[in-house]
């Protein structure tokens, strides 16, 4: 549920949840945050790679290290953010790096901009992937927990479309979740079991 793209409300959720909407909604919002961010990334790397306008592969890092930051942040403090607020915060990190060609740089942000409105659909391609290794690495922390073995699933999903960075991210979104299982078992639980005993004998 907290993947999905609309927006969680109260009648779309199953009635043993319905305690935990605001929790749900929470967790959703950081989940879209990360796909945002995992996307832009992924979109600004191959722009950088393919345009050659950085001469060493730590100049690219440098790069997409500080833009993350930013993004993140333009990202918790304006949740109306959208692509063009994006660009000019990843052009701003560009103009500000003596390594970068300035004279592609515009073109750069354009081309960024077509590809992140694209990227950013639904039924996109990188959307898709990006959505999917988001997932699996959300659900590894559900069900694994936040030890050692269900962190490197989680972290090797993520390095597929270059977000391990975000790990932390994904950690805290996933343990919320946790939370609203184990609140909606210690209320529900007794139900469940009746439920479950009921049509057992049936």
Do not use: C
């Not at 997409?64 to 990202?75: T, V």
């Not at 970068?100 to 990227?119: E, G, N, T, Y």
């Not at 946790?178 to 909606?184: F, G, W």
């Amino acid at each position: 549920m907290v993947s999905s793209v609309s927006g969680l409300s109260q009648d779309g959720l199953p009635e043993t949840l319905t305690l935990n909407l605001l929790r749900l909604r929470s967790v959703q919002a950081r989940m879209q945050k990360i796909i945002v961010i995992a996307t832009s990334i992924l979109v600004l790397r191959q722009i950088l790679i393919s345009e050659e306008t950085l001469s060493t592969p730590s100049d690219i890092e440098n790069i997409i290290s500080r833009s993350l930051r930013k993004l993140s942040e333009i990202l918790d403090s304006d949740e109306n953010a959208g692509v063009k607020d994006i660009i000019d915060m990843v052009g701003t990190v560009m103009e500000n790096d003596s390594s970068v060609d300035m004279q592609k740089l515009q073109s750069m942000k354009d081309m960024m901009a077509r590809m992140l409105v694209k990227s950013l659909q639904a039924g996109d391609v990188i959307f898709i992937k990006v959505s999917r290794a988001i997932y699996i690495s959300a659900r590894a922390v559900v069900l694994g927990g936040t030890g050692t073995v269900a962190r490197e699933v989680a972290e090797s999903m993520l390095r597929q479309v270059g977000a391990a960075v975000l790990v932390d991210e994904i950690v805290e979104a996933a343990s919320t979740l946790v939370v609203v299982a184990k609140v909606s078992v210690d209320v529900h639980g007794p139900w469940y079991t009746h439920l479950t005993e009921n049509t057992l004998t049936r």
